[in-house]
């Protein structure tokens, strides 16, 4: 995904498949809950962090200079996953959220299930899938954590939801099938290039 310029309004490209996960996240939690997000990117960490008291992990050192409502926590990769002292050092007590989308490597995000304990306190877990392997992935991880799993798939759009209870599930159904939603849909302008 290309970003080509910082403004209120995100400037993406049509590839940006994030967007119905990202409106998901606005649909199901109250604007200033605590989120935190495991691989910033452009697109997620700036309307994520507009909304929300968010957290973003991060492997990679360019993003580290960019200016976002975001606390920003660079954590290398090491033995597979996010430095451990790094996350549970930074890791908000009470989240509401914990948003998936890195590391990018499918061999490092197998190691989800070996750090699965990190997740015990955590609030609901949203998981981006991009391969076969990811949503095998979210489902074992569902299964460690004894969580209930739904898969969501909306265009190009995967991604699977992990601890969100089956009432407020089909509360989200229901009301938008009845259009009940007032909160705003994420304005996005899609850029040609």
Same mark, same amino acid.
């Given at each position: ?5 910082y403004?209120?309004?995100?400037? !993406?490209? /049509? ?18 809950s605590?989120?935190v ?16 008291m968010m957290?973003?992990?991060?492997? =990679? ?14 954590? !290398? ?11 549970? @050092?930074m890791?908000?007590?009470k ?14 995000? @197998? =190691? ?9 306190k955590?609030g609901?877990?949203i998981?981006n899938?991009q ?6 992935? !979210? ?7 004894k969580?209930?799993f ?9 991604? !699977? ?14 009301? =938008?099938?009845l ?5 705003? /849909? ?8």
């Amino acid at each position: 995904m290309k970003i080509t310029e910082y403004t209120p309004k995100i400037i !993406a490209t /049509k590839e940006d498949n994030t967007i119905p996960l990202l409106q998901f996240i606005y649909d199901n939690f109250s604007f200033g809950s605590v989120g935190v997000e495991f691989g910033s990117g452009h697109t997620s960490t700036y309307i994520l962090g507009e909304k929300y008291m968010m957290t973003s992990f991060e492997e =990679n050192q360019d993003y580290m200079d960019l200016r976002y409502r975001t606390r920003l926590v660079y954590s !290398a990769i090491i033995d597979g996953w996010f430095e451990l002292e790094t996350i549970k @050092r930074m890791m908000p007590k009470k989240n509401k959220f914990v948003f998936i989308d890195a590391p990018s490597s499918i061999e490092y995000r @197998r =190691n989800i299930l070996r750090i699965s304990h990190i997740f015990e306190k955590s609030g609901t877990i949203i998981y981006n899938l991009q391969t076969q392997t990811d949503y095998e992935l !979210a489902i074992h991880l569902s299964v460690k954590l004894k969580r209930n799993f739904k898969e969501y798939k909306v265009g190009e759009c995967r991604f !699977a939801v992990i601890g969100m209870s089956k009432a407020r599930l089909f509360f989200h159904k229901i009301s =938008n099938f009845l259009k009940l939603s007032k909160k705003p /849909k994420i304005e996005i302008e899609l850029n040609n290039y």
